[in-house]
């Protein structure tokens, strides 16, 4: 679909009622309409206010749902009056803020809770469907709508450069395995080309001079599970590489099975 340019950010068209947007930050999040209301999925941490990008997309009365308690996706949730998250997720949404220069009076605002399981109707045969993905943080949630056969999975399984487990509050390796497992028994009733809407689109195609087109799909999810085994048993180790930042004392290390990825702490493994 042709992409369209707002201030700092870019919008993509991907179906009837259903849009991506990236920021300066490569951050993703989401616009979907229904017949009487909209959903915004995340927001971005771009250096622009986002409602006047929202209005531009839709006239509809919106919500936000976060997928999970982290700065570079909620910067702007003080702009909506109706905040949905999961629960578990709540108690770290100020420290999650003010690791990453933002205001933590995101923490003070009022959050709905939309645990797995809760449904959210926009009307018109648009429900958007909460399933648990936690790991990279207590809460990380995905999204699922039925009308469009695609999860809005924000960085539950990564973007496809791999996931965060080393960041301070993610779940360890071993309970990250055991809950994809859960999220792969609730994705057997779905149809199996389910679509991953990620929270950071560009990471599908890799860093320059490290290109390569990874999509995130169910076959990536059971390479995930299998990644985590692995590293429990001391199957393989992980290395130093870019993308694993370290945000304490203790190296990050990345290792990777078939298209997945893991960042992860030794210390953190079980």
């Given at each position: ?175 990250y395995g055991q809950n994809l497992k859960k999220f792969m028994d609730w994705a057997e009733s779905k149809p ?79």
């Open positions: 679909m042709a992409k369209e340019k707002f201030g700092e950010y870019t919008i993509e068209k991907l179906r009837e009622g259903l849009y991506a947007v990236e920021d300066e930050n490569e951050s993703s999040f989401y616009v979907i309409e229904g017949e009487k209301m909209a959903a915004v999925i995340d927001t971005g941490m771009g250096k622009e206010p986002v409602l006047p990008l929202i209005r531009h997309i839709t006239a509809l009365p919106c919500v936000l749902l976060l997928t999970h308690a982290h700065g570079d996706h909620m910067k702007y949730a003080g702009s909506f009056e109706m905040r949905y998250i999961c629960s578990k997720d709540i108690p770290i949404v100020a420290l999650s803020a003010e690791r990453m220069g933002m205001d933590k009076s995101l923490g003070e605002l009022d959050y709905t809770p939309f645990d797995p399981g809760s449904m959210l109707e926009l009307g018109g045969g648009t429900t958007l469907e909460s399933v648990a993905m936690y790991g990279h943080t207590p809460g990380s949630l995905g999204f699922y709508c039925e009308k469009y056969n695609v999860l809005f999975s924000g960085d539950a399984v990564g973007s496809g450069m791999g996931v965060w487990m080393q960041v301070p509050g993610a779940l360890t390796v071993e309970q199996a080309d389910m679509e991953f809407l990620t929270g950071h689109r560009p990471q599908r195609y890799g860093f320059p001079g490290m290109e390569r087109d990874n999509p995130v799909s169910m076959a990536l999810v059971g390479d995930m599970i299998r990644l985590c085994e692995m590293l429990q048993k001391g199957e393989i180790s992980g290395e130093n590489h870019p993308f694993a930042v370290s945000f304490g004392s203790e190296g990050a290390k990345l290792a990777s099975f078939g298209r997945a990825g893991i960042v992860y702490l030794d210390s953190r493994i079980m």
